[in-house]
């Protein structure tokens, strides 16, 4: 039997809560009631053959309470008249709250939409949307707004996020509601106040205009003539991405590595300089006007994620290079080869004609399924002599 049950109402009630629904009429949502809820009865047949089973479903229905049964009269050839649940309806919003027991709940946002409406009216429209969502923020709720409104009071501060002075808020509160605060401020803040070009949770701080944590540039000199520093010692330097755009090294050539031990190891060569990759983006680096005059030579592993680098690193720097990332380096180390876990498979559009051959042989796996070549296995006398060869180019 698949007649409707009190049940199965309170189920239907339940899908609009666990929707949302209910809770966003509170917060200036669509009115969700009175509604009409989907009533499946007994056909006429069924009257006759389960006549006793008929009248006890009627009577389980009328018996339920929070909603109202439309009765309609029915008359049957062997039954002769006889009255039936036709509509089902929840009147009003408190009707649906005790059928599934969520008044409190409900009190609770109600109380969370006053608080909006009275401090942050701005916030209404994600209140309405994320309205389950927001009944689960409700300690923290006010907090929240806190943070929004001390935003706009102080728009584009050019501080850090530990300096937002606000009783009970700290760093790593903001942080980890960087995603709900950014919607927050999207609908609160003028547009003057957003950097547009600023996407991403990674970006929270440049598009609201906050000091972000400064992006940190690792190097060694290759020249000891050129040394930055007195003294014969190796000189492993790290400098914040402003003061290595002023920087004077009077080097000639830039080499880019990914890996740390590559870095540490880099040979010396005359007006020369190798930059540790990991760790920041390509935007940063070539924020250094004086890179654009050297010779840049980009060192990656042998793989599609390799030449994906590459590829992301001219779109900066036009001018760079690929060092050891060429077919003859590949094949002459084919006991070293590995595994790539998960290839690149996309277009890539700023590499050369032999990059892009050997991209494509790579990505189609027409050497071997997802050849990798790292960069730490290439022989140190072969690096050794592609330098040599570099000297005199």
């Given at each position: 039997?698949?007649?409707?049950?009190?049940?199965?109402?309170?189920?239907?009630?339940?899908?609009?809560?666990?929707?949302?629904?209910?809770?966003?009429?509170?917060?200036?949502?669509?009115?969700?009631?009175?509604?009409?809820?989907?009533?499946?009865?007994?056909?006429?047949?069924?009257?006759?053959d389960r006549f006793d089973q008929g009248r006890s479903w009627i009577a389980d229905l009328r018996r339920g309470s929070h909603y109202r049964v439309v009765m309609r009269e029915v008359r049957h050839r062997i039954l002769g008249a006889n009255r039936v649940p036709d509509e089902i309806w929840i009147d009003t919003l408190d009707d649906a709250l005790a059928l599934i027991g969520k008044r409190r709940d409900a009190e609770r946002f109600a109380q969370l939409a006053a608080i909006t409406r009275n401090r942050r009216p701005s916030a209404l429209p994600w209140l309405a949307r994320h309205s389950l969502k927001a009944l689960e923020l409700a300690d923290r709720w006010p907090l929240l707004l806190d943070i929004v409104d001390w935003i706009r009071a102080h728009p584009r501060p050019g501080v850090y996020l530990r300096q937002i002075d606000i009783p009970g808020v700290h760093t790593k509160f903001i942080e980890s509601h960087r995603a709900l605060l950014s919607e927050l401020l999207e609908l609160s803040l003028p547009p003057d106040a957003i950097d547009a070009d600023a996407a991403g949770l990674g970006q929270f701080c440049r598009r609201y205009g906050f000091r972000d944590k400064p992006t940190r540039i690792r190097f060694r000199i290759l020249d000891p003539e050129l040394a930055l520093l007195p003294g014969t010692t190796d000189q492993d330097i790290t400098l914040d991405h402003d003061t290595f755009a002023l920087l004077d090294a009077k080097v000639d050539r830039v080499f880019i590595?990914?890996?740390?031990?590559?870095?540490?190891?880099?040979?010396?060569?005359?007006?020369?300089?190798?930059?540790?990759?990991?760790?920041?983006?390509?935007?940063?680096?070539?924020?250094?006007?004086?890179?654009?005059?050297?010779?840049?030579?980009?060192?990656?592993?042998?793989?599609?994620?390799?030449?994906?680098?590459?590829?992301?690193?001219?779109?900066?720097?036009?001018?760079?290079?690929?060092?050891?990332m060429d077919r003859e380096t590949l094949m002459a180390h084919s006991s070293q080869w590995v595994t790539e876990p998960q290839p690149v498979r996309r277009d890539l559009s700023c590499l050369s004609r032999e990059e892009q051959a050997l991209y494509d042989d790579l990505r189609d796996n027409r050497i071997r399924p997802a050849l990798r070549l790292e960069q730490e296995r290439i022989g140190f006398g072969w690096i050794e002599r592609a330098l040599d060869r570099l000297r005199f180019r």
């Open positions: 039997m698949t007649w409707t049950t009190p049940a199965d109402l309170r189920a239907q009630v339940q899908k609009l809560w666990d929707k949302g629904l209910i809770l966003a009429s509170l917060a200036g949502g669509e009115t969700v009631f009175p509604r009409r809820l989907t009533l499946k009865g007994p056909s006429s047949s069924e009257l006759t590595t990914e890996n740390e031990i590559n870095f540490l190891a880099f040979p010396n060569l005359p007006r020369s300089m190798v930059v540790f990759g990991a760790g920041y983006g390509f935007d940063r680096l070539a924020q250094a006007s004086w890179l654009h005059r050297c010779r840049i030579h980009y060192w990656g592993d042998i793989d599609t994620h390799g030449f994906a680098i590459l590829d992301q690193l001219r779109a900066y720097l036009p001018h760079a290079e690929s060092f050891l």
